[in-house]
């Protein structure tokens, strides 16, 4: 069964800091990896989709990599905003179904 | 071009009572899916539509939880009877195919709450 870890769970940076978050999965054999955002009391929305076959995918301050051998992905967030402030979930593709980790919560200061 | 929708956005029942959630997928989309997501955690997948077609239920708990998927488009999510322990946040996603390599868009989900 695919286990999906993120470390920190909680992470609180300055404004204008870059973030680092880290994603690592147990079984390499995934289709794709997809980043997403979450507000308390909302849904997901999706950041980011890295297809397996590739080794990063860039949005604006946003970049994804993905490591797919050593089982990990990082989601890089530039100069960071306090709207910025979130829980990030990132998700694996195998067997057709997402597989999340519990996220990271992050607080950007002002 | 409007985003998953869901209804309702909060429920708030007492134990033994059924519920229902309804959600309606992107347009065009064939895969649907409902997921639970507790407090603290990432959700976890309850079950998979190929259109009208549930291809993968192996998380449902059947005892308690159905759902349908008429004509392929709207989807309903059924508990009855809930239990204090069914209390979450019940997400709905969809994406145009199920071939595992297209992106999965997330309604806003319904936060149940069973006293």
Redesign the interface.
């Known amino acids: 069964k695919q286990e999906?870890t993120q470390i920190p769970a909680a992470l609180s940076v300055p404004e204008g800091e870059n973030l680092v978050l880290n994603c690592s999965f147990t079984d390499s054999a995934i289709?794709?990896l997809?980043w997403?955002r979450q507000d308390p009391?909302?849904?997901?929305?999706?950041l980011l989709?890295i297809?397996s076959s590739q080794r990063e995918q860039t949005s604006g301050r946003l970049n994804a990599s993905l490591d797919k051998s050593s089982g990990r992905s990082t989601l890089y967030i530039a100069a960071s905003q306090p709207g910025d402030s979130a829980t990030y979930?990132c998700?694996v593709?195998?067997?057709?179904?997402?597989s999340?980790?519990?996220?990271t919560t992050v607080t950007v200061r002002a | 071009e409007a985003g998953?929708v869901?209804s309702p956005r909060y429920k708030i029942i007492e134990k033994k009572q059924p519920v229902a959630f309804w959600c309606n997928p992107i347009s065009g989309h064939n895969t649907l899916?409902w997921y639970l997501q507790n407090l603290?955690?990432?959700?976890?997948?309850l079950i998979?539509y190929e259109n009208e077609e549930a291809?993968?239920d192996s998380q449902l708990p059947k005892d308690r939880f159905s759902a349908e998927r008429l004509k392929g488009v709207d989807s309903t999510l059924k508990i009855q009877p809930a239990e204090l322990g069914d209390s979450a946040v019940y997400?709905c996603?969809s994406s145009l195919e199920?071939?595992?390599?297209d992106?999965?868009?997330?309604?806003?989900?319904t936060?149940l709450t069973v006293l």
Do not use: H
């Open positions: 999906v289709y794709n997809q997403f009391g909302k849904g997901l929305t999706s989709l297809q979930l998700a593709v195998d067997d057709y179904k997402l999340f980790g519990a996220g | 998953v869901q899916y603290g955690q990432g959700p976890e997948l998979r291809v993968d997400l996603a199920g071939r595992g390599m992106e999965q868009f997330f309604g806003p989900g936060r």
